[in-house]
């Protein structure tokens, strides 16, 4: 990408984004400039982007989860997340299409990427959504589902899965789009919150 520091966005890449994006050209560069405010290095490395988290939930502990989502944006896996990244995690997370976000959400709960999912993954990332709920809240929790293991096999269940057994790409997407109980089960719904105020912000 060349100079990463130059404070103009570069024009192939603000096509690309245009294309990918419903952001404007506007938009594009405005949130460029304060991109490279908070990252001069025009990269937002792992633990600026925990301690992003972090502010949005004092009362619980973001970090796994935080970490999840950052492999899951990082779409190079080069530990760092460029201006495109960035704005293409904010445009999947806030108004890209359902099936889009599906197969992000697969990739979230594919822990190691090997392109299945398995049930200790799922226990996972169940488990770092449960650090991020504050234990008052995790008082209102179902019964059957108020720890990661009950919820991990309620989802493993409604996909008719034994222990051993795997979840594919596919599985998960149909799975998750015909059952609204599973699509419940798997997702913690602050992170759209997040990325709201993350976008109110402008980074
Ligand atoms: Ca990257
Ligand atoms: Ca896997």
Redesign the pocket.
């Known amino acids: 990408m060349g100079n990463s520091k130059s404070s103009a966005l570069s024009k192939e890449l603000l096509e690309d984004l245009k294309l990918n994006t419903r952001y404007s050209e506007h938009e594009l560069c405005a949130w460029y400039k304060t991109f490279l405010k908070e990252c001069p290095t025009g990269r937002i490395t792992r633990e600026k982007f925990e301690s992003i988290y972090a502010t949005f939930f004092p009362d619980a502990n973001p970090k796994a989860y935080a970490q999840h989502v950052f492999r899951s944006f990082d779409s190079n896996s080069d530990g760092t997340l460029d201006f495109k990244e960035y704005i293409v995690a904010l445009h999947l997370t806030s108004s890209g299409k359902t099936m889009q976000k599906l197969q992000w959400a697969f990739v979230l709960y ?9 049930k200790n ?1 799922i226990q996972e990332i169940v488990k770092s959504i449960f650090n991020m709920i504050s234990k008052e809240d995790q008082k209102n929790l179902r019964h059957d589902e108020n720890t990661p293991e009950k919820r991990t096999d309620k989802i493993w269940d409604f996909f008719g899965k034994k222990q051993n057994d795997k979840i594919s790409e596919g599985e998960f997407i149909q799975g998750v789009t015909d059952n609204k109980e599973i699509l419940r089960l798997i997702q913690f719904d602050k992170p759209q919150k997040v990325q709201d105020r993350l976008k109110e912000k402008k980074l």
């Open positions: 594919d822990v190691d990427g090997n392109g299945t999912i398995s993954e």
